[in-house]
């Protein structure tokens, strides 16, 4: 019986060894030869496109901008259990089991030369991984019960040297992970240029903040959110390298005439700089998937005024490098507000994951529909002819940002000392603009905050309203009103299908 078992498990570690090879291995190749081609990222931006509005919503709620990391993570993990399986498959049905490893590369490999980046050699990785992770598999279970005669082997030297063989694959595969990494930061060319590049100077500055839009609370958002704070949520797995020399945009579709402007053309365009709030469509209420940042680009209507659109057109479908496509109503990129075509974010060449080298930024919609980070091509035409990546999955077509506000301070479970504090927070909802922040303690009378003077209407707003705090605990409730003069509804509803509704609470304990 334990012989039984330890088989068992030696057939199990097979698996796993052949997996980890196989891997290492494949992510090396992508790394070589199809960096977009990674064989855990086809696979995870496979599942990403496969899973439905509510496991998204899950995930971003329970990970938040870690919800790529976890998925990975978890990936990983259903893999090796496939893996070991294939393992005890193929040690009692030969070659199944290596079958089974081969087809988990060809569907990444089918998944990889899908993709609408997929380069000539898109294949390569996920087929490295498949025939060696098939190949090992079959060598390593013959090792842990090769049969001599009709009997398998017994004793401790098959054990040692199944152990030495196990362990140098998975060694291989680790190692050959570490070398994809290394590889991709030697080769990181894109990084480099875009260190290197030196944005012209606007020809068009935003005015200055206006005295005390920054309100002096700790705690508080910052106004302005600085890069390596600003929320990511977007669809790549890995991040798109674009070098800027081989980028172009093409506007196409229900136009006079198609129009291309390359990277040299677009910085030679007189750039204008605008303070726009950001938000995600699958921000909860209260929720961190909000920032405001200093961008710098080209007025998206004014490329589309060299198009010409047509006079039914009424959509423009955004597409990624990687496939992603958004859509924006047309009327949102030519009635004058600051729509842009990207490439700075607050003083420096947009970050890789924020879309480098150009992405497009609208006031008033969720990202989800104008947001599109490493953008190649607008196509003019019809919300009843085209589709986006998230209205196909259930999504609103159109997206405009809800009215929202957002308690910042007293953060939920803080103990406050009592007698004077303070509430404050953000209001926000671009392109109509905030008029007015009310506060509830308990169940009392709203009162009205103080409001900071805004940026725009398209950046949100900080708050405050002073507060004498008794002992015990209390709930805090906001709610906005809008310069058209809506107030917040407190109505719950979730981010699917076009935004989350509800007033934000904290509670608070006094003492």
Same mark, same amino acid.
């Given at each position: 019986?334990?012989?039984?078992?330890?088989?068992?498990?030696? $057939?199990?570690?097979?698996?796993?060894?052949?997996?980890?090879?196989?891997?290492?291995?494949?992510?090396?190749?992508?790394?070589?030869?199809?960096?977009?081609?990674?064989?855990?990222?086809? !696979?995870?931006?496979?599942?990403?496109?496969?899973?439905?509005?509510?496991?998204?919503?899950?995930?971003?709620?329970?990970?938040?901008?870690?919800?790529?990391?976890?998925?990975?993570?978890?990936?990983?993990?259903?893999?090796?259990? !496939?893996?070991?399986?294939?393992?005890?498959?193929?040690?009692?049905?030969?070659?199944?089991?290596?079958?089974? $490893?081969?087809?988990?590369?060809?569907?990444?490999?089918?998944?990889?030369?899908? /993709?609408?980046?997929?380069?000539?050699?898109?294949?390569?990785?996920?087929?490295?991984?498949?025939?060696?992770?098939? =190949?090992?598999?079959? $060598?390593?279970?013959?090792?842990?019960?090769?049969?001599?005669?009709?009997?398998? +082997?017994?004793?401790?030297?098959? /054990? /040692?040297?199944?152990?030495?063989?196990?362990?140098?694959?998975?060694?291989?595969?680790?190692? $050959?992970?570490?070398?994809?990494?290394?590889?991709?930061?030697?080769?990181?060319?894109?990084?480099?240029?875009?260190?290197?590049?030196?944005?012209?100077?606007?020809?068009?500055?935003?005015?200055? !903040?206006?005295?005390?839009?920054?309100?002096? +609370?700790?705690?508080?958002?910052?106004?302005?959110?600085?890069?390596?704070?600003?929320?990511?949520?977007?669809?790549?797995?890995?991040?798109?390298?674009?070098?800027?020399?081989? =980028?172009?945009?093409?506007?196409?579709?229900? +136009?006079? /005439?198609?129009?291309?402007?390359? =990277?040299?053309?677009?910085?030679?365009?007189?750039?204008?700089?605008?303070?726009?709030?950001?938000?995600?469509?699958?921000?909860?209420?209260?929720?961190?998937?909000?920032?405001?940042?200093?961008?710098?680009?080209?007025?998206?209507?004014?490329?589309?005024?060299?198009?010409?659109?047509?006079?039914?057109?009424?959509?423009v479908l955004s597409r990624s490098t990687d496939g992603f496509t958004a859509s924006t109503p047309l009327e949102a990129l030519t009635?004058?507000?600051?729509?842009?075509?990207?490439?700075?974010?607050?003083?420096?060449?947009?970050?890789?994951?924020?879309?480098?080298?150009?992405?497009?930024?609208?006031?008033?919609?969720?990202?989800?529909?104008?947001?599109?980070?490493?953008?190649?091509?607008?196509?003019?035409?019809?919300?009843?002819?085209?589709?986006?990546?998230?209205?196909?999955?259930?999504?609103?077509?159109?997206?405009?940002?809800?009215?929202?506000?957002?308690?910042?301070?007293?953060?939920?479970?803080?103990?406050?000392?009592?007698?004077?504090?303070?509430?404050?927070?953000?209001? =926000?909802?671009?392109?109509?603009?905030?008029?007015?922040?009310?506060?509830?303690?308990?169940?009392?009378?709203?009162?009205?905050?103080?409001?900071?003077?805004?940026?725009?209407?398209?950046?949100?707003?900080?708050?405050?309203?002073?507060?004498?705090?008794?002992?015990?605990?209390? +709930?805090?409730?906001?709610?906005?009103?809008?310069?058209?003069?809506?107030?917040q509804t407190p109505d719950q509803a979730p981010p699917a299908p076009d935004g989350a509704t509800g007033w934000h609470e904290r509670?608070?304990?006094?003492?």
């Amino acid at each position: 019986m334990d012989d039984q078992h330890g088989s068992r498990t030696r $057939a199990a570690a097979a698996g796993v060894a052949a997996a980890v090879s196989g891997a290492g291995l494949g992510e090396l190749a992508a790394a070589l030869f199809a960096s977009a081609s990674s064989p855990f990222g086809t !696979i995870g931006g496979a599942l990403i496109d496969l899973a439905p509005p509510a496991v998204k919503d899950a995930a971003i709620a329970l990970f938040g901008t870690a919800d790529k990391a976890a998925l990975l993570v978890l990936i990983a993990v259903v893999l090796l259990a !496939i893996a070991a399986g294939a393992g005890l498959l193929e040690a009692r049905r030969p070659p199944l089991g290596a079958v089974l $490893a081969a087809a988990l590369g060809g569907v990444g490999l089918a998944t990889a030369v899908t /993709r609408a980046d997929a380069t000539a050699m898109a294949w390569l990785p996920s087929a490295v991984a498949g025939v060696t992770a098939a =190949w090992v598999l079959r $060598a390593l279970v013959r090792i842990a019960g090769r049969p001599r005669g009709h009997e398998p +082997v017994q004793g401790g030297i098959d /054990r /040692r040297r199944f152990l030495v063989w196990a362990g140098g694959a998975t060694a291989l595969g680790l190692l $050959a992970a570490a070398g994809a990494q290394l590889s991709r930061a030697g080769a990181a060319a894109v990084t480099v240029v875009r260190d290197a590049l030196r944005l012209p100077a606007p020809a068009s500055a935003a005015p200055a !903040i206006p005295a005390g839009a920054a309100l002096d +609370v700790p705690g508080i958002a910052p106004l302005i959110t600085p890069n390596d704070e600003f929320y990511r949520i977007d669809t790549a797995l890995v991040v798109p390298q674009v070098d800027p020399a081989d =980028w172009s945009l093409r506007i196409h579709g229900l +136009v006079e /005439r198609e129009v291309t402007l390359t =990277w040299d053309e677009l910085l030679a365009l007189p750039l204008e700089e605008s303070r726009t709030t950001l938000a995600c469509v699958s921000n909860e209420v209260g929720g961190d998937l909000i920032g405001t940042a200093l961008w710098l680009g080209y007025p998206t209507r004014e490329l589309l005024a060299r198009a010409a659109p047509a006079a039914d057109a009424d959509m423009v479908l955004s597409r990624s490098t990687d496939g992603f496509t958004a859509s924006t109503p047309l009327e949102a990129l030519t009635d004058g507000r600051d729509a842009l075509l990207a490439v700075g974010m607050n003083g420096e060449p947009l970050p890789p994951e924020h879309g480098f080298p150009v992405r497009m930024v609208v006031p008033g919609l969720y990202g989800y529909v104008s947001a599109t980070k490493w953008v190649v091509e607008l196509e003019v035409t019809r919300f009843d002819a085209q589709t986006a990546y998230w209205t196909t999955r259930g999504w609103s077509e159109r997206g405009p940002i809800k009215l929202q506000s957002r308690i910042d301070v007293p953060r939920r479970g803080d103990r406050v000392e009592a007698g004077d504090a303070v509430v404050a927070g953000v209001a =926000w909802q671009q392109h109509v603009g905030v008029d007015g922040v009310e506060v509830q303690i308990d169940d009392g009378a709203w009162r009205s905050a103080d409001l900071a003077p805004a940026i725009s209407d398209d950046t949100w707003v900080q708050w405050s309203l002073p507060w004498t705090a008794e002992p015990g605990q209390h +709930v805090i409730r906001c709610r906005a009103i809008g310069a058209d003069g809506e107030t917040q509804t407190p109505d719950q509803a979730p981010p699917a299908p076009d935004g989350a509704t509800g007033w934000h609470e904290r509670t608070v304990t006094v003492g």
